[in-house]
């Protein structure tokens, strides 16, 4: 789901955003809801989805944002990168990760997307804002784990993983 949302919907890094797009009035709660908001939401910006590195995360697998559909804020899952990082199960170095697995470091996560790659939302000048495609190493994620109600499946040999990238930031 995650992939095709990456592949799909244009994104932008916003503190507390869960996958919305952003209408008039998401535009204007977000940017008011956090200071730093005004520096990544910009007029450009609406229209796009929003969302921060655990809203990401949320938003996708468990508030049901996918490609058509917007995510449903339930605040039993209101959780930031910290609050993710401890409710992780079966920890493991980020390149020991199996598909879907959220990895983790000081103040952000991410999501373990196979061969090495992980995708993350964040706000960087440089390249874009919102969510990217890169290598575990250079996001250097410490920890990798499970996350509580998502079923994680081991593909075998011969499998077809629903996981087919087209679009690589930087690259």
Do not use: F
């Amino acid at each position: 789901r995650l992939m095709k949302i990456y592949n799909e919907l244009p994104t932008v890094y916003a503190k507390g955003g869960i996958g919305w797009k952003l209408t008039d009035y998401r535009y204007n709660y977000l940017r008011n809801q956090y200071a730093d908001n005004k520096k990544y939401l910009t007029p450009d910006t609406k229209g796009k989805y929003a969302c921060d590195c655990s809203g990401m995360i949320v938003g996708a697998a468990y508030d049901g944002w996918y490609v058509g559909h917007e995510p449903t804020w339930q605040r039993s899952h209101d959780w930031n990168d910290k609050s993710l990082h401890d409710l992780m199960t079966d920890k493991v170095k980020p390149q020991n990760a199996i598909l879907g697995m959220c990895l983790w470091k000081e103040g952000h996560v991410g999501l373990y997307v196979g061969n090495g790659m992980s995708l993350d939302c964040n706000y960087d000048s440089a390249t874009s804002n919102g969510i990217h495609l890169r290598k575990i190493e250079e996001v250097g994620w410490t920890e990798a784990g499970k996350l509580p109600e998502i079923q994680y499946v081991t593909p075998k040999v011969g499998d077809v993983v629903p996981m087919v990238i087209t679009k690589i930031d930087g690259n």
